[in-house]
């Protein structure tokens, strides 16, 4: 079974540009979620999607956004970049329903690697 | 406050000790509990869960929960280089939200 795919790997952006990263889960996942990783804050989380919905968000401004397609693969946009923004942006794939504990277990993609210069 | 707590470290112990890590979280009412381990430049990976009061043995790592003290905890035994990497605890809530919370993670540099 593969796992979460996320592309691209890398990326180098200059302020003011608009990034868009994509993520592909576990096939029969429903939940994607993604999260912000920095030396200094640790894992932030972003949002998740369910069903093509959001479904939770975190506390990022509006610069953040994404998506879900039918087919459960998720894009994340972040337009007028910042240096701040350079950071690893991973995506989390669950199964996101249902009672079973294993439902809540994620599993993350290897990460996007933004540089904002 | 932040809701997941853990020490940065690095948490340093000689190959073949018991490395001891630990979490304490603010919601009373959280469930679930996760350790995840990330090494260097990768992403993380769930080695451990936990959601009764208690111990949880799988191979050398052990989790340990106490919800009246809010506080869990991975023993790692006979700790080996290999298990040099960043363990992030994570907590989750009883109801929808399926996303947990993480700590920071503690940095664990196993030196033989």
């Known amino acids: 079974k593969a796992g979460v795919t996320q592309t691209p790997r890398y990326l180098i952006k200059t302020r003011g540009q608009q990034v868009t990263l994509s993520c592909s889960p576990i096939?029969?996942?429903?939940?994607v979620s993604w999260y912000q990783q920095t030396p200094g804050q640790g894992l932030q989380f972003l949002f998740e999607?369910?069903?093509?919905?959001?479904?939770n968000k975190g506390n990022f401004p509006g610069r953040f956004s994404g998506r879900q397609f039918s087919n459960s693969r998720s894009e994340m946009n972040v337009s007028t970049l910042e240096l701040g923004d350079s950071a690893l942006y991973l995506c989390?794939?669950?199964?996101?329903?249902?009672?079973?504990?294993?439902?809540?277990?994620?599993?993350f993609g290897s990460g996007t690697q933004l540089s904002v210069l | 406050q932040k809701e997941v707590e853990q020490n940065s470290g690095p948490l340093s112990v000689p190959e073949g000790a018991i490395a001891s890590l630990n979490c304490t979280y603010s919601?009373?009412?959280?469930?679930?509990f996760f350790w995840y381990r990330q090494y260097s430049g990768k992403s993380p990976e769930l080695i451990m869960s936990?959601?009764?009061?208690g111990d949880k043995e799988d191979g050398r790592f052990t989790a340990q929960l106490n919800k009246a003290s809010q506080y869990v905890s991975l023993l790692i035994r006979d700790s080996q280089p290999s298990d040099s990497a960043t363990y992030l605890c994570?907590?989750?809530?009883?109801?929808?939200?399926?996303?947990?919370?993480f700590g920071r993670g503690t940095s664990l540099i196993v030196h033989p």
């Open positions: 999607y369910f069903s093509e919905t959001q479904r």
């Open positions: 994570a907590v989750k809530r009883p109801g929808g939200s399926y996303i947990p919370t």
């Open positions: 919601d009373r009412v959280s469930q679930s």
């Open positions: 989390a794939s669950s199964l996101g329903s249902g009672l079973a504990t294993t439902n809540e277990k994620l599993f």
């Open positions: 936990i959601y009764s009061n």
């Open positions: 096939s029969g996942h429903r939940s």
